[in-house]
């Protein structure tokens, strides 16, 4: 079965072999999907015949946006928390164990119709691929069924058993739970391990003895780092060869240049500073540097409560001063840099066709227009969803 695309008034592709620049911009395009992949791309002209036929009537396509970190596994939220922090109360990180005693209290299927409803959400909204965390769970068997659950939804999962340390632990007793039987547990589950790297959460030693383990039991590191103020985060996210450090709001220009000269992709999560009116990481700094970025949600019920990939372009555009290409490249090929996949984040020929068409002419809209849902079809797969 195949099926063409045509009629495209503008086509974000990522390749710049196809295309203008670097999201590959091709106008009056076409593309073929030949069993839910790429298999042609060009001018609509010189397009050639398929089995079934799109019309995207002057629509702009993209590449489906790669949200590269989330949280979907929890019960309950903490609108009040929200209310309070912004009638003037500080965002501590405390809430957590709210979320933690909440979703230990839920049963299975009740993490899995709070998991599927976000999952949905984000779909609707363009993500063809997200990443979920574990992390509020914090016990051997919470944890595992944490990410048992997520790779119902995800084949991107990632252990984060050190999110926080739970009540009546030390930071030492719990890392050494973490390192030894939790993640024996969670690693049959899970792609990527993560630590938060945070005064009050996990130091330096800490953070590189979870990264460690997790590596010695196959799965790949990747870090919260610099979120809440300077660390090590970054510096320990480069030296392991992690795939990415994430939040990076207060970055050295040592930080800044480590990530400049790393594989290490600079994730950021500007939902989480709009959700805790804090000040905004230095991505013109980054990109200006050479460092690789990426755009994600970081969707949870604390400190970034959307789903919504066109929000943290607008975001991205407006307060982080990323151009709309540089936030829409950030949001598809970044996140997918993230998660080192080469199947998706872009529209070359055998990619995966995760295709969406915006109500838009053109890509420049998503940040142009906040807050519309601009996005009115979604291929996963090469399948409408
Ligand atoms: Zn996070």
Redesign the pocket.
């Known amino acids: 079965m195949s099926l063409l695309i045509t009629n495209l008034g503008e086509l974000v592709t990522n390749d710049p072999a196809l295309g203008r620049g670097p999201l590959g911009l091709l106008h009056d395009a076409a593309l073929v999907v030949v069993d839910g992949r790429v298999a042609w791309v060009g001018a609509a002209a010189t397009a050639p015949a398929a089995d079934e036929r799109l019309d995207a009537a002057g629509r702009a396509g993209l590449p489906g946006f790669v949200d590269s ?3 979907l596994v929890f019960a309950g939220d903490r609108a009040a928390e929200f209310a309070a922090r912004m009638a003037g109360a500080p965002y501590t990180g405390n809430g957590i164990h709210a979320t933690v005693a909440a979703t230990r209290a839920a049963s299975d299927d009740e993490l899995r119709a709070g998991i599927g409803r976000l999952r949905r959400e984000a779909l609707r909204q363009g993500s063809t691929t997200v990443e979920i ?1 574990s992390g509020y769970g914090l016990s051997v068997a919470d944890e595992a069924r944490s990410l048992r659950i997520a790779r119902e939804y995800s084949e991107e999962t990632t252990f ?1 058993g050190a999110h926080v340390v739970p009540d009546g632990s030390t930071a030492d007793e719990y890392v050494a739970l973490v390192c030894g039987a939790m993640l024996a547990a969670a690693a049959p589950y899970a792609r990527w391990v993560d630590v ?1 790297c945070e005064r009050n959460a996990f130091d330096a030693e800490q953070s590189r003895a979870v990264l460690t383990a997790g590596v010695a039991a196959g799965l790949a590191p990747r870090v ?1 780092a610099n979120q809440l103020g300077p660390g090590p985060g970054v510096q320990l996210a480069v030296e392991l060869g992690a795939a990415s450090a ?2 990076c709001t207060h970055l050295s220009d040592v930080d800044i240049a480590a990530l400049a000269d790393s594989s290490t992709v600079a994730t950021l ?1 500007p939902g ?1 500073e709009f959700g805790t009116r804090s000040g905004y990481p230095p991505a013109r700094a980054l990109l200006d540097a050479g460092a690789t970025v990426a755009l994600a949600t ?1 969707c ?1 019920p604390g400190s970034s409560y959307t789903s919504s990939m066109p929000f943290c372009v607008a975001l991205a555009v407006r307060e982080l001063r990323m151009t709309p290409a540089e936030a829409v490249w950030a949001a598809t090929a970044g996140g997918a840099r993230a998660l080192r996949r080469d199947d998706i984040g872009h529209l070359g020929v055998e990619a995966r066709a995760d295709v969406l068409l915006l109500d838009a002419p053109s890509h420049v809209h998503l940040a142009y227009r906040p807050g519309v849902p601009l996005v009115c079809t979604v291929l996963l797969n090469g399948e409408p969803t």
């Open positions: 970190h989330t949280h965390k984060l938060f919260h994430d939040h999560l989480a970081d949870n």
